[in-house]
């Protein structure tokens, strides 16, 4: 989850675990036996099952770690691609091959890596230009590795305080998040003053001029993931990429396709958007660089919704599947966030203590769900 | 699952364990808690702004799989997956109302209703033996039972002998466990000992059956489904099968005609026996003549004697079409994404798995497999 790897990187500076990433070529994907590669996905009638998706198609992807037993487990529900937490700053391509190495061993790409360890530019204090000379190399190494994106955030303090657990159907658990739970609070300590919006688009554009440049170069996306939760003001720092405004604002700043953003069709819903208007509007502008795929049911925009199973929420899924290959998208798609299972507090892992906590099940839900939508559009 | 409750119906004729039912009623949806904000679809064809979250109301095919009579955790673990039908074997025959209603109502009280059950103490039947008469009697109370209690559909089985030992495990995608099936690995297999059923006769001992039979489920309200021999091959233990190809199921259905006299469709089965599956979907779904569906994908390298069953999205049936068949039919009984694959993820769970085909899965698997059907059937009402 982007949760657990925000905290990993935001943790300590330190990264003491060092991640192998395989790089991706433009020939990857092609690995299924007696599979056919779906041709398109106009309106064929006679698709040939089983449908198998090539290298320009979205690939699903989810987290793994590096214990091979895990790899397998990713491996038999039927996904091949991963994206995690990068490793320690700055990357190098060193590095970056010894995580992708591993996973490529078991037959797993990684698509995605986030970064981070950049607090300074975010509050745009003193060393931020060292930062970002790390940021840059980094870049550059991915270029080196074969990885297409590196994903980032640019907030001043997420609202996990918003978050808290509820219950579904036979007792399943949801996420829930309420503005009004955690509202008004101050600044953590360390944070400073409150960062107002102006502060925030000025840092964000700095950022943004010095790494561009470098990610085109080395022929590597980033994706910036919006505000989730996606509220207008965290701890009293201004959010900046919490509106679809926001989010035009963003790939205005610097016009690359290196420039792009994590398309999340719950968090478009949850602003009280139409997750297909957001899709078409950066998508045909080839600004969508990750993408994250889950449902909700919204109470009020932006301030109270509930994070919910794939199929008993808000969003179309089908129609925002169908519009993801319609318009040609070739990078990361994550079934993002499932649900608390009893048969994962049961298993020998448990869940973990924080809301929303998942396990496997969970994710194999997600996994089988988001397969047979995409089998679904290629079948149309 | 389906199986389980075959074995568990010829092991003896005196079953020990009495099992409860819920009665399934003309209005159904009394138990059922329904996602306050939903909305039925009212067809699945081609309404642009389809409104989400998708639901899936009376006249719609319903996700069922096979929970054991009384099994209150699973019941709740199904739940929180999204499944509201469940089918089991049936109590001891013949079925009495109160038989029917200690398994149903356990389920009711969690939600779930039963939509189908299996019948067995057919064997006399089957073989034409002396003592047929009375298992007639039996299963015809049994049927009426199932009436009064609003069960919809009844199943069960026609073979002499079933082909298990076709079944052995190859490895999937990362380990994981596939269930394949090879005629030549049991073909050898000795022929029973007693008379060997030549198909005339079992096509006459199931005509004799099905006229004593449907009627009856037809006053009661209740309609039959003859699953098809599975594995299909044309003999075992030197028998002869009579549900193992198209053409025995087009006869079947001739034999009385009544929609209480119906089949399983399955998909997968229909592959391996080298149909397409859409043809043999519409011939009997055109016919009003499927009573309950499985759903399921395989790969096939000889029709009827080789071929492997595998996760949904690695076979080579066409489940999008399936499903999108299988509304335009307007099918509106049970659908069993039935045979989970083996994780390791389950074999680790404490209790490990419970399946009795080799390759074969337990919860995360068939969590699997519910999750794939909920989004195919979500993807056709949207289209």
């Not at chain 2, 003592?131 to 007639?136: D, F, T, V």
């Not at chain 2, 009426?144 to 995608?173: C, D, I, Q, S």
């Amino acid at each position: 989850m982007d949760k657990n790897r925000r905290d990993f990187i935001k943790k300590s500076a330190t990264l003491a675990a060092a991640f192998s990433v395989t790089g991706l070529t433009a020939s990857a994907g092609s690995d299924n036996k007696n599979g056919t590669t779906a041709q398109s996905d106009g309106m064929q009638k006679d698709i040939k099952w089983p449908v198998v998706f090539g290298p320009d198609k979205p690939k699903m992807c989810i987290m793994s770690s590096l214990d091979r037993n895990y790899m397998r487990k990713v491996k038999q529900i039927g996904v091949d691609y991963l994206l995690g937490g990068g490793p320690q700053m700055p990357w190098t391509e060193k590095s970056l091959r010894n995580i992708m190495d591993q996973y490529a061993a078991e037959g797993l790409t990684v698509i995605n890596l986030m970064i981070g360890g950049f607090d300074k530019t975010i509050y745009g204090l003193e060393g931020r230009d060292e930062e970002i000379r790390r940021i840059q190399d980094s870049l550059v190494a991915a270029g080196k590795a074969g990885l297409p994106v590196v994903e980032y955030n640019f907030y001043a303090h997420r609202f996990t305080d918003g978050y808290y657990n509820t219950s579904a159907r036979g007792g399943a658990g949801t996420l829930s998040m309420d503005y009004d739970r955690a509202k008004n609070l101050p600044p953590a300590q360390g944070e400073g003053k409150p960062m107002t919006s102006e502060a925030m688009w000025a840092n964000l554009t700095y950022f943004l001029k010095a790494v561009i440049p470098v990610a085109e170069k080395a022929g590597v996306r980033m994706a910036l993931h919006p505000n989730d939760p996606p509220v207008p003001e965290s701890h009293s720092h201004a959010q900046i990429v919490a509106t679809f405004n926001d989010w035009k604002r963003i790939i205005s700043i610097v016009d690359s396709p290196s420039n792009g953003m994590t398309f999340d069709c719950g968090v478009s819903r949850e602003i009280g958007e139409d997750p297909l208007e957001v899709l078409h509007y950066l998508g045909s502008r080839d600004r969508i660089n990750h993408i994250h795929y889950r449902n909700v049911v919204v109470t009020t925009p932006s301030l109270k919704y509930e994070e919910v199973f794939f199929d008993e929420g808000q969003v179309n899924m089908f129609a925002v599947m169908r519009d993801i290959f319609k318009m040609g998208y070739k990078f990361g798609i994550y079934p993002e966030h499932p649900r608390a299972l009893d048969y994962d507090r049961e298993h020998q892992n448990g869940l973990g203590k924080n809301p929303g906590d998942a396990g496997y099940t969970g994710w194999t839900y997600n996994v089988a769900y988001c397969k047979a939508m995409m089998q679904a559009v290629a079948s149309m | 699952m389906k199986d389980n409750r075959r074995d568990f119906l010829k092991k003896s004729a005196a079953m020990a364990a009495a099992i409860s039912a819920t009665g399934f009623s003309a209005c159904n949806g009394s138990g059922i808690k329904k996602p306050e904000v939903s909305s039925v679809v009212e067809s699945a064809a081609g309404s642009k702004a389809t409104e989400w979250p998708v639901t899936f109301g009376a006249d719609r095919p319903k996700i069922c799989v096979g929970i054991g009579a009384g099994d209150t955790k699973m019941m709740r673990q199904y739940k929180q997956v999204g499944v509201d039908y469940v089918l089991m074997g049936g109590p001891k025959v013949p079925w009495t109302e109160q038989s029917l209603r200690e398994i149903i109502d356990p389920f009711k009280a969690e939600g779930l209703t039963v939509i189908n059950m299996m019948i067995g103490g057919n064997q006399n039947i089957i073989y034409g033996k002396e003592g047929r008469e009375q298992e007639l009697k039996n299963i015809q109370d049994s049927i009426v039972a199932a009436g009064k209690v609003g069960l919809p559909v009844v199943e069960y089985n026609f073979y002499a002998h079933r082909f298990m030992a076709g079944y052995y495990e190859l490895t999937g995608r990362g380990g994981s466990g596939i269930t394949a099936f090879d005629y030549e690995r049991g073909k050898n297999a000795p022929a029973d000992q007693g008379t060997l059923m030549t198909a005339e006769a079992l096509w006459e001992n199931i005509a004799w059956f099905l006229k004593a039979v449907v009627p009856v489920a037809e006053k009661a309200g209740v309609r039959l489904a003859l699953h098809p021999n599975d594995p299909p091959v044309p003999v075992s233990h030197g028998h002869a099968q009579i549900m193992a190809t198209f053409n025995d199921w087009k006869r079947l259905i001739d034999t009385v005609d009544s929609p209480s006299n119906g089949m399983t469709f399955d998909c997968g089965v229909s592959r391996e026996t080298g149909e397409d599956p859409i043809e043999v979907l519409r011939y009997l779904g055109s016919r009003d003549r499927i009573n309950h569906m499985h759903y399921r994908n395989v790969t096939v390298q000889q029709p009827n004697l080789k071929y492997e069953e595998v996760f949904f999205d690695e076979g080579v049936v066409n489940l999008f079409e399936v499903m999108k068949e299988v509304f335009k039919l307007g099918y509106k009984f049970g659908l069993n994404p039935e045979h989970p694959r083996a994780l390791d993820y389950d074999k680790e769970h404490p209790g490990g798995i419970q399946n009795q085909y080799p390759g074969g899965g337990g919860y995360t698997a068939q969590t699997y497999n519910v999750a794939y059907t909920k989004a195919m059937m979500q993807a056709v009402a949207s289209l």
